[in-house]
């Protein structure tokens, strides 16, 4: 029932009733503008509060490196993101964990034995001022 009524609301924010609105959803699908449907989860209460910032250097930025290296990442379920930098380091990785042992482990058996890299750069997310997964579609450049 919470389903139906939150269809209704959406399809009044577009001026549109509930059938043309997910005809309008199913081709933003097939258009790949909407990538795919999840839930979000609550982190703190599935026992997974430590968020890591971490910047990484390689030894070396060839080609062949650089896809070893975000291949392994891929692998990593405590890695939710990974991003390609410019700077001082190669990439930005948002590390979730469950706590400072865990990220540890993480750290010493995972993370720095990729034979490439260099250095390894983390900080600790203390608080958490802003979280969306929103895009700014309003905003007017």
């Known amino acids: 029932m919470r389903c139906i009524a939150q269809r209704r609301r959406n399809a009044a924010q577009v001026n549109l009733s509930a059938s043309p609105c997910w005809r309008r959803i199913n081709r ?5 503008i909407i990538e795919k449907k999840v839930a979000l989860l609550n982190a703190e209460k599935l026992g997974m509060g ?12 060839d080609e062949t490196s650089l896809h070893d290296f975000e291949q392994r990442v891929r692998e990593y379920p405590e890695v939710v993101e990974c991003y390609t930098v410019t700077g001082s380091a190669d990439y930005f990785l ?8 865990h990220y540890d482990r993480f ?3 995972q993370l720095i034995q990729i034979p490439l890299v260099r250095d390894v750069n983390s900080n600790v997310a203390v ?14 450049l």
Do not use: H, M, W
């Open 28 to 32: 933003l699908e097939q258009e790949g």
């Open 50 to 61: 430590l968020v890591i910032f971490s910047r990484i250097s390689l030894a070396k930025n």
């Open 94 to 101: 948002k590390i979730i964990t469950r706590d400072i042992k």
């Open 107 to 109: 750290l010493r058996r």
């Open 127 to 140: 608080t958490q001022i802003k979280y969306t997964t929103g895009l700014p579609l309003e905003t007017q």
